[in-house]
């Protein structure tokens, strides 16, 4: 591909998606695909000559697209959201055509001061305390494994990644089970192990960790001989935005010297509305918290803010450095390579700074007020609706509900046939969960573009394809 040709396609790209986002309404949210039927389309092997890219592209739109969910879909109302504002997709395509391997200062200097501002930027938005620093991480999941890897070497004496595990008093992280299994993975990738997961019992309207049960677990487990290392506590938890009191968490992490990581991967975002804050009363005392700008703030994926309180701990855990990566001569400098498991980082900040320009804090917290209030409207509606009942009730923009009809034997098995109806019919989307063993239906109201109009369209499809199913 030459210049001009390079040219051309970029700009049909760029236009292409334009259209695409003007378009989202008319296509059904989740793919409709069967299993194995985009794969069929697909060549065995790889062409030994080129292809023309009129060709390509012709068999992206025809081949590819018809698979995709369409994560940017108005009515997509299942998970979390994965929004990409469009200024922060301009921003990508800059940082797509520099190409840019960010990993230390001195392979782009501007990457890395830029990052050092915007999260800066943020902790204000956020009313963190000066003090904290941070990284963008790809994920909360690689946020989570830092802190983790970081807790464990602070319980060894630094001595983990010097002379393993083998030997070791065993280790003891605890949270409750609400926290997302991206914690679960940390455990496993760190050697701790799923055993030492220890899950404290929750209770409440925000399935909170039990504190006299969290204090109790660790001081049997120091009884044991076992080393308690830290602590995992979430503020919107995934499946119902569980939410632990993290001042009293926090105080029971500094009466035995415990590591307190906060999982905010979804709520965080909120916290920008002072009015919300009082959801993670005390995070100021957290060592480290995670919250995805690529969920419900705007930013394209992958976009992950991690905040520690001290950089030096997370930094003697990951940093490595070979001659080869070494800056000479520059004094001073932040290498966020270090503070992170991968080596390579992509410019990740400057969708950030492209965003929170373009829409200010007062649009950003517009939206996301926006969307808690449609969702708590449609929480009502849906309670105050026959045969309805809501399961949780709404924490910010998130609740659960099921269908109760007359009559129905299996209340698991209906509401699973009433999702996937849901879902086929392709006006929306939803997810399940379980709670207290039993099948509920997900809402979640957080896809940047979406309007009221949206949600009471989610309420005419729920209610009229649960009727169609008695």
């Not at 009313?127 to 802190?147: H, I, K, R, W, Y």
């Not at 455990?187 to 929750?202: D, Q």
């Not at 105080?251 to 919300?276: N, P, R, T």
């Not at 001569?329 to 390579?344: A, C, F, H, R, T």
Request: proline share 4%; glycine share 6%.
């Amino acid at each position: 591909m030459d210049a001009r040709e390079f040219r051309d396609w970029s700009l049909k790209a760029a236009e292409w998606g334009a259209d695409y986002r003007e378009t989202l309404r008319e296509r059904p949210v989740r793919a409709q695909t069967q299993p194995g039927e985009i794969a069929a389309g697909i060549a065995l092997s790889p062409p030994e000559a080129p292809e023309a890219m009129e060709a390509i592209f012709a068999d992206f739109e025809e081949k590819i697209l018809p698979g995709m969910t369409h994560w940017q879909h108005p009515r997509f109302f299942a998970y979390f959201p994965a929004n990409a504002a469009p200024v922060s997709v301009v921003a990508e395509y800059l940082v797509t055509v520099m190409a840019a391997q960010c990993m230390l200062w001195q392979t782009s200097p501007a990457a890395t001061e830029l990052e050092t501002r915007i999260i800066d930027w943020l902790r204000q938005a956020l009313g963190l305390p000066e003090g904290f620093s941070g990284v963008l991480q790809d994920s909360a999941s690689s946020a989570t494994l830092a802190a983790v890897l970081t807790m464990r070497e602070r319980a060894l004496d630094w001595q983990g990644n010097k002379q393993g595990l083998s030997g070791q008093p065993r280790i003891r992280v605890y949270s409750s089970d609400q926290v997302h299994t991206s914690i679960d993975r940390a455990i496993w990738v760190a050697g701790i192990g799923e055993e030492n997961l220890v899950r404290i019992p929750t209770a409440g309207r925000w399935r909170a960790m039990d504190v006299a049960a969290l204090e109790a677990a660790i001081v049997a487990d120091k009884a044991n001989g076992l080393l308690p290392a830290g602590i995992v506590a979430c503020v919107g938890g995934t499946s119902t935005g569980g939410t632990d009191d993290i001042a009293a968490v926090a105080a029971v992490a500094q009466k035995y010297g415990l590591y307190l990581h906060v999982d905010a991967a979804w709520a965080g975002s909120a916290m920008i509305c002072e009015e919300f804050r009082h959801f993670w009363a005390g995070v100021e005392h957290a060592d480290s918290i995670v919250f995805n700008p690529h969920k419900w703030l705007g930013a394209q994926f992958d976009c992950s803010a991690q905040f520690v309180r001290n950089p030096d701990d997370l930094v003697r855990t990951l940093a490595i450095k070979p001659e080869y990566l070494k800056t000479h001569g520059k004094d001073g400098i932040v290498n966020y390579s270090e503070w992170s498991v991968p080596l390579g980082r992509r410019f990740r900040a400057l969708k950030l700074w492209f965003l929170l320009r373009a829409h200010g804090l007062s649009g950003l917290r517009t939206m996301i007020r926006n969307h808690v209030a449609w969702a708590e409207n449609l929480a009502a509606r849906i309670a105050a609706t026959p045969e309805f009942e809501l399961v949780t009730e709404p924490m910010l923009s998130l609740f659960s509900f099921r269908h109760i009809p007359a009559g129905a034997t299996d209340l698991d098995e209906h509401n699973l046939r009433l999702i996937n109806a849901i879902n086929d019919d392709g006006r929306i989307y939803l997810t399940q969960t379980r709670v207290d063993g039993h099948f509920a239906i997900r809402f979640q109201v957080g896809q940047f573009e979406a309007t009221e109009q949206d949600v009471d369209t989610a309420y005419s499809v729920i209610t009229e394809i649960a009727a169609s199913l008695r």
